[in-house]
């Protein structure tokens, strides 16, 4: 299975700036010189319509540990007018994520999976992974990657992808 066909893929050793250039692409951080466009217009436009059609999957993930997935979903949902409850309930059930479990007795691996579920139940134009697979074994990873490559292709979504694992690239 291929990536799709908008696919930008930056790698680079630690500090070589893939996170830099990500929080500039989410409106984190202004760049010092040029200017940077998203969705055919200017980013220092209205960031919150922006970010809107982003999904995002960080390194490490940040959830409320008393959450469950559904009340995460009911907690995020107000912030995307493009969410989509439906989505989001059939890749709880794709990833084997119990949707009233709390999410602090869920392994790393599962967190990962519950932020893809997440940036993909947005409705995402651009899905933004910045390291999504650091720390997981070597299945973990390619059962992740597999997922995201078909999800976002079922999904039109570009993908902005950053890693220093040349593997993962593969």
């Known amino acids: 299975m291929g990536l799709p066909l908008t696919t930008v893929i930056v790698t680079g050793v630690s500090g070589a700036g893939k996170s830099t250039a990500i929080r500039i692409l989410m409106g984190i951080t ?63 059930d794709l990833f084997g994520l119990p949707p009233t479990r709390r999410i602090g007795g869920f392994s790393g691996g599962m967190k990962a999976k519950l932020a893809l579920s997440v940036a993909l139940g947005t409705s995402p134009e651009l899905l933004i992974l910045d390291e999504p697979t650091a720390g997981m074994d070597p299945v973990a990873r390619r059962e992740f990657l597999a997922l995201v490559g078909a999800q976002a292709i079922e999904q039109g979504s570009a993908i902005f992808f950053s890693t220093h694992v040349i593997g993962d690239i593969e």
């Open 30 to 92: 202004r760049c010092n010189s040029g200017t940077v466009e998203l969705f055919g217009e200017p980013l220092r436009g209205n960031l919150i319509a922006a970010r809107q059609r982003i999904g995002y999957v960080a390194q490490e993930q940040h959830f409320y540990p008393w959450m469950t997935p559904l009340d995460l979903a009911r907690f995020v949902r107000g912030f995307y007018p493009r969410w989509r409850a439906q989505r989001y309930r059939r890749l709880l």
